[in-house]
């Protein structure tokens, strides 16, 4: 079936280097997507969402990428600061039954080291 | 503070007791969602609220009952629960299901079942 899926299960920074967090996705019409970011003991918070009209979004010091080609999206944090530790989701707006429905991947966890 | 608290924070019951838990939202939202957490799993939807209707059961067991009696406020009543059924139970808001927008998360109930 139609999935949103993370290459990687963990990954390792040193504070103050760039993170790089990618996410695979298989819907051709999913049209909005969403990177999410779950610290320990909270529930899942929105970072940067980025629609499909478009190949970049900037925040403050994140960055999503969107390749529809290959179906592929990327979160980048630019100095990667202890706060940075957590899960990070990305989501994808697809329809389901009688509305659009966000699927979850699986995550991927970051930690920063000192 | 997302604007979507959930109680308790924490639970543990027994295989035949009944419990319910509680989500409300401060944020004048339409619809309402509660998702399940497994470890190492995606979140998975279980059902959504819009306008206080039910628009989607995910194929949830019976076990699990929703309510939505207004837009503010979401439950889910739990009874005969199985141990397989001990995860993180988040609960979130959003504008409406009909458009694409961040999901709001409350930070949980950590469910134990013995």
């Known amino acids: 079936g139609e999935s949103v899926g993370l290459h990687l299960p963990t990954l390792s920074v040193q504070e103050g280097d760039n993170s790089i967090i990618n996410c695979a996705y298989s819907?051709?019409?999913?049209?909005?997507f969403i990177w999410y970011k779950q610290e320990s003991g909270k529930g899942p918070q929105f970072i940067i969402d980025?629609?499909?009209?478009?190949d970049k979004r900037q925040g403050q010091r994140v960055t999503v990428l969107l390749n529809k080609t290959v179906k592929h999206l990327s979160l980048q944090i630019a100095a990667t600061q202890p706060g940075d530790s957590a899960v990070y989701f990305c989501?994808?707006?697809?329809?389901?039954?009688?509305?659009?429905?966000?699927?979850f991947g699986s995550g991927t966890q970051l930690t920063v080291l000192p | 503070e997302t604007g979507v608290t959930q109680t308790p924070r924490h639970l543990v019951m027994g295989m035949t007791n009944k419990k319910s838990l509680k989500c409300e939202q401060h944020?004048?939202?339409?619809?309402m969602y509660w998702y399940k957490q497994s470890a190492k799993k995606p979140l998975e939807l279980m059902f959504v609220?819009?306008?206080?209707?039910?628009?989607e059961n995910n194929s949830v067991p019976s076990r699990f009952s929703p309510e939505c009696p207004n837009s503010s406020h979401l439950f889910l009543h739990l009874h005969t629960l199985q141990p397989e059924d001990s995860a993180l139970y988040l609960c979130?808001?959003?504008?409406?299901?009909?458009?694409?927008?961040?999901?709001?998360f409350g930070s949980g109930t950590q469910l134990s079942v013995l």
């Open positions: 979130a808001s959003s504008r409406s299901t009909g458009l694409s927008g961040e999901l709001f």
């Open positions: 819907n051709s019409a999913s049209d909005y």
């Open positions: 980025i629609r499909s009209n478009m």
């Open positions: 989501a994808e707006y697809s329809k389901g039954g009688s509305a659009r429905q966000l699927t």
């Open positions: 944020l004048g939202h339409n619809a």
């Open positions: 609220y819009n306008f206080k209707e039910q628009t």
